[in-house]
C-alpha cells in the first residue's frame, strides 16, 4: 500500500489513548478503518476510552504489542507524543508498514487549503491572531493545535473554499510525508525538546520540514533574525520567501521589519510603508511583535485587506497561559507564562516585564541549559521561587551567575505564598518557568490554570 491508500476496511493501529490518538481513532472510525488502539499503559481504563470515543467499544490492546497485532497492522498511525525513532515504530518500519502521525492523517482527508505554522516559541499565539484575522475574511477558517483543537477533530469540517490555520510541533512534523500548506510560518528555531531530537541540527531539520511540500506558488514567512532561518530562506529558490524581522532588514525580498514603535513593510532593503504601531495592539514584548509581523505576512499573503488585518490585531488579546494578565492585589501585577516551557520562550516574558518581577521557574527536565535565562533576568529580576525537577539545577545555574536570593517551594500553593510576600507594591510576579510542567502537572495549561487559581484567592 502507498501514502494514498483507501482506508476503508483497512487495518489501522493507533498508538496512544490520549487526546491526540482519540481524536485520530474517532476519524478512522468515521472512513470505516478497522482500528485497533493501543496503549502501552497496562493499567488503561477500557470503559474511560469508550466515553472518549463518545461510546464507541474499540478494539484495545494495552501493555505489550502482541505478534498477531503487529502482523495484521497496515497502517500505523502515532500520536505526537510517540518518537519516530522508538523501537515500537521501527518494528513496524522493518516489516514495511507505512507510518503516519497526526498531522499526516488529516491532511488525508483535508478538502481545502492550510496555513501552517511552527516555531519554537510564539506558535499558539501567531495562530491564534492569524486564525483571527482570515477568519474575518473567509467564511470556513478552522483554527487547530494547542488551543483545544485538534486536526484530526476539526477535518471533516473543511471544503473547497475552507482554510485551516494549524499549529504544528516539531513533535508532528517528525512523520509528515504529503502534507501540503499553501502558506508556512518558522517564528524561530532555539533550542527545545533536545531529549527528544537529540541535536540542534536534526530539531532545526525537522522545523524545516513544514515547507518540504510546497513549491510554485506556495510561499514561507520566515525571521530574518534567526541566523539559522536566514540561511535556509537565502537557499530557497523554489517558494516564494517572506521576512519578518526586527534587529536588522532583510536586502532582499519582502518583508515586515520593526522600527522603533512602528511595523513598516518593505522589499529589497527598503522601507516601503508605515503599517501601524505596536501601542495600537493589546500584546506586549518584543517577541509578541514578531508574532504580528509573522500574522501580517501571511494574512497579506493570503489576500486578506489590511484594514480588515490592522482590525484583528487592535482587538486581540493574549492567548491564556502567554504572559496572561490575572489581577493586580496590593499593588503588585500578576502575569501567567505557562507556556514559558524552554528558556527562550521565557526570556522573552522576563523582557517584556516592565516592573521590578518576582520570578516562579523550574519544572520537568529537558536537558536544557539555563545560563541564558538567568542572564536576562538583568537588575529587573529581584527574587527567583524554584520547584519541581529543575529546582536544585537553576538555583545552581543561577548563584553561578551571581543571583542569590533564590527561594524553594514544595508546590504551586505555597509557591504562590512566598511570591505575595516578597513581591512589593509596583512589583510583577511572573509565572515563566522556562521548563516542560510534566511531573507536578497534566500539562503547562494545568499549571496555569492551578496559578490563578491560587493568585486569585490571595
Known amino acids: 500500500m502507498d501514502e494514498d491508500m483507501d482506508l476503508k476496511g483497512k487495518k489501522v493501529t493507533v498508538v496512544g489513548t490520549g487526546i491526540s490518538g482519540i481524536g485520530a481513532a474517532k476519524l478512522l472510525i468515521h472512513a470505516g478503518a478497522d482500528v485497533l488502539l493501543y496503549d502501552a499503559n497496562p493499567d488503561i481504563n477500557p470503559q474511560a476510552v469508550q466515553e472518549k470515543l463518545g461510546g464507541i467499544k474499540p478494539r484495545l490492546l494495552t501493555g505489550e504489542m502482541t505478534e498477531a497485532a503487529a502482523e495484521e497492522t497496515q497502517l500505523l498511525v502515532i500520536s505526537p ?55 474575518a475574511a473567509v467564511k470556513d477558517t478552522l483554527v487547530v493545535g494547542n488551543i483545544g483543537r485538534s486536526y484530526t477533530g476539526e477535518v471533516l469540517k473543511t471544503n473547497s473554499g475552507s482554510v485551516t490555520v494549524a499549529e504544528i510541533s516539531s513533535f508532528q512534523l517528525e512523520s509528515i510525508r504529503t502534507f501540503h500548506p499553501v502558506i508556512s510560518a ?26 518540504m511540500n510546497e513549491g ?12 539559522r532561518l536566514r540561511e535556509f530562506g537565502s537557499a530557497k529558490s523554489d517558494v516564494r520567501v517572506v521576512w519578518f524581522a526586527r534587529k536588522s532588514i532583510p536586502p532582499k525580498g519582502e518583508f515586515a521589519y520593526l522600527k522603533g514603535d512602528e511595523i513598516w513593510l518593505g ?4 522601507l516601503t510603508r508605515n503599517y501601524m504601531n505596536v501601542h495600537d495592539m493589546k500584546l ?42 490575572v489581577r493586580e492585589k496590593d499593588g503588585v501585577v500578576y502575569y501567567n507564562d ?21 520570578l516562579i521557574g523550574g519544572g520537568f527536565d529537558k536537558q536544557l541549559a539555563f545560563d541564558d535565562y538567568v542572564e536576562a533576568f538583568g537588575d529587573k529580576v529581584k527574587v527567583l521561587v524554584v520547584l519541581g525537577q529543575t529546582a536544585d539545577k537553576l538555583e545552581a545555574c543561577a548563584k553561578a551567575h551571581g543571583f542569590e536570593n533564590v527561594i524553594h517551594a514544595k508546590d504551586m500553593k505555597e509557591c504562590v505564598k512566598i511570591c505575595a510576600r516578597e513581591a512589593k507594591p ?16 497534566d500539562n503547562y495549561e494545568q499549571r496555569g490554570r492551578i496559578f490563578k487559581k491560587y493568585v486569585n484567592e490571595l
Open 216 to 227: 510554485a506558488g506556495d510561499a514561507v514567512v520566515l525571521n530574518y533574525d534567526d541566523e
Open 338 to 358: 505557562s507556556k514559558g516551557t524552554n528558556p527562550d520562550a521565557s526570556i522573552k516574558a522576563i523582557e517584556a516585564m516592565n516592573r521590578p518581577t518576582v
Open 267 to 270: 522589499e529589497d532593503g527598503a
Open 81 to 135: 507524543g510517540v518518537p519516530i525513532d522508538s523501537p515500537l515504530v521501527e518494528r513496524f518500519r522493518t516489516q514495511g508498514t507505512p507510518v503516519w502521525g497526526e498531522i499526516e492523517l488529516a491532511w488525508h482527508f483535508e478538502k481545502g487549503k492550510v496555513i501552517a505554522i511552527t516555531g519554537t516559541n510564539g506558535k499558539t499565539t501567531t495562530t491564534a491572531l492569524t486564525g483571527a484575522i482570515l477568519g
Open 426 to 441: 509596583g512589583f510583577a510576579v511572573l509565572l515563566s518557568p522556562a521548563c516542560a510542567s510534566w511531573g507536578m502537572f
Open 186 to 211: 518558522i517564528l524561530n528555531i532555539t533550542p527545545d525538546h533536545l531529549d527528544r531530537h537529540h541535536t540542534m541540527e536534526c530539531y532545526a531539520q525537522t522545523k524545516e520540514k513544514i515547507c
Open 284 to 325: 506586549i514584548g518584543a517577541h509578541n511583535y514578531e508574532n504580528v509581523m509573522a500574522a501580517i505576512c501571511m494574512a497579506r499573503l493570503w489576500g486578506v485587506a489590511d484594514d480588515v488585518i490592522r482590525e484583528e490585531i487592535r482587538n486581540f488579546k493574549a492567548v491564556e497561559h502567554r504572559i496572561e494578565y
